[in-house]
């Protein structure tokens, strides 16, 4: 656990890391590390990760930049679809009974990202439109902030909208709006894998889990796959105790 604990405050900047090998998960877990195995493993499938900074948001944070970057090569009708949802959301809340006078000035930084930022870095293109999109995600209070906590909302959204996500609810919490309330609206909350599915869902993305809990000493790695992602939006992340970074094939 002290090694979770030392990433996690390492990675309080930036926001997201650079883009490291994978081998530099050896130079955070020493050779006796029981995560080791499984980092070996990840290296026959995963060529590189970015760290991702663990403030409570990291899933969210992490999601968000995979999409993004996306959305640099995906069709245009993949940005037109997703800037669709994200507009018509904050009426979908209202009609919820959130408050859209407290949830409007997220959900236009969040329109913003998509109709500004997005379109200008998909014209650049290449390295300089990967840039454009790691620098604002990297901004401390920055646009990408706003729109990660929004994330939160809509994923509560997606989880009232469909019944089927009540099955797979903790005895913990009485209904699934106690479960928004207490899991997913807070900032600081981490995504477990219910939030996971319903952002996997609502955003239409495929979204792959490896899970690194250095359990196995043979180093075999858990995956999840969830959402289908049907026009090619996809999101790659690594799971260990309490934190999730971002991997690339």
């Not at 948001?57 to 069709?75: D, E, G, H, K, Q």
């Not at 390295?127 to 939160?152: F, L, N, P």
């Not at 090619?232 to 105790?241: F, I, K, Q």
């Amino acid at each position: 656990m002290d090694e979770i604990e030392s990433i996690n405050e390492a990675s309080s900047t930036p926001l997201v890391s650079q883009l490291y090998p994978i081998s530099h998960l050896n130079t955070i877990f020493p050779p006796s590390s029981p995560f080791r195995p499984q980092i070996s493993t990840l290296s026959s499938t995963f060529t590189s990760l970015r760290i991702i900074k663990g403030d409570g948001s990291c899933f969210y944070r992490a999601f968000l930049y995979a999409i993004l970057t996306s959305l640099l090569t995906s069709p245009p009708s993949v940005l037109h679809r997703l800037t669709t949802y994200i507009k018509t959301s904050l009426s979908l809340l209202g009609d919820a009974g959130y408050s859209k006078d407290a949830l409007e000035m997220f959900h236009d930084e969040f329109v913003e990202l998509l109709e500004v930022t997005v379109k200008d870095c998909r014209e650049k293109g290449g390295q300089e439109g990967m840039d454009g999109i790691h620098k604002v995600m990297t901004e401390e209070g920055g646009s990408a902030e706003y729109c990660c906590w929004y994330m939160r909302p809509l994923c509560s959204l997606q989880l009232k909208s469909d019944p089927k996500y009540s099955s797979f609810l903790p005895s913990s919490y009485s209904d699934i709006s106690d479960f928004c309330k207490r899991e997913v609206e807070p900032t600081g909350r981490e995504c477990d894998q219910l939030q996971v599915i319903a952002l996997a869902e609502a955003f239409e993305a495929r979204v792959e889990v490896s899970y690194v809990d250095g359990h196995d000493k043979e180093g075999k790695v858990t995956k999840h796959t969830f959402g289908e992602g049907t026009d090619g939006l996809m999101v790659n992340v690594m799971y260990r105790p309490g934190h999730y970074d971002l991997l690339y094939p």
